[in-house]
């Protein structure tokens, strides 16, 4: 009776575990000498470097913290819903944009 119980514990606990979600996306920015560089990674692999405004003409560089902190929530929050690779508008950008 009680290795029963115990193969059943056993068994549910791997059942939990196998249910948990893949590792969660982040980010993380840091200064760069011409602006923010933001870094999106899936557990401890770097997915994505991004160093300049995406879907912006020219290279422009992120040039402040809160673009950067907007950005990487905005990437993290399309690669959740199931996006990869996570297309940025232009709009999305510009609406971001000090």
Do not use: D, H, W
């Not at 560089?61 to 905005?74: D, F, K, Q, S």
């Amino acid at each position: 009776m009680m290795k029963t119980k115990i193969k059943l514990l056993v068994i549910l606990a791997l059942g939990i575990i196998a249910c948990q979600p893949e590792t969660a996306y982040t980010y993380q920015t840091n200064k760069g000498e011409n602006g923010y560089e933001l870094l999106i990674s899936k557990g401890k692999e770097t997915i994505i470097t991004q160093s300049y405004l995406p879907a912006i003409q020219g290279r422009k560089p992120i040039e402040n913290l809160t673009v950067a902190n907007a950005l990487g929530e905005l990437y993290v929050k399309k690669l959740t819903e199931g996006a990869f690779p996570p297309s940025v508008s232009a709009t999305e950008v510009e609406s971001i944009l000090p």
